[in-house]
């Protein structure tokens, strides 16, 4: 889909080769770094809201609201944005 910018518990925004068409639904899998999990796969789901083309040719922002999403997953991206981001 493409590549992680910017992330909180509600959404999310990418940097993605494509547009994403909006009002999408979408089982996302994020890898998460050996320090926060592991390096296991938080899995939830998320709707595309918008997209916009980048400065960067050929390159798309994306932005997502999570949807459905499961506490444990919740603690893990708060660890995320906490210790890396």
Partial sequence: MGHLVDISVEGMMLLS??????NRVFQVGLELPEEI?????????AESLWHELSND???YWVGFQIIDISAE???????LID???
């Fill in 17 to 22: 080769p494509e547009p994403i068409k909006m």
């Fill in 37 to 45: 999990a592991g390096g296991q796969t938080a899995v939830f789901g």
């Fill in 57 to 59: 040719p050929g390159k």
């Fill in 73 to 79: 997953t919740i603690e893990k991206i708060r660890r």
């Fill in 83 to 85: 210790e890396c981001l």
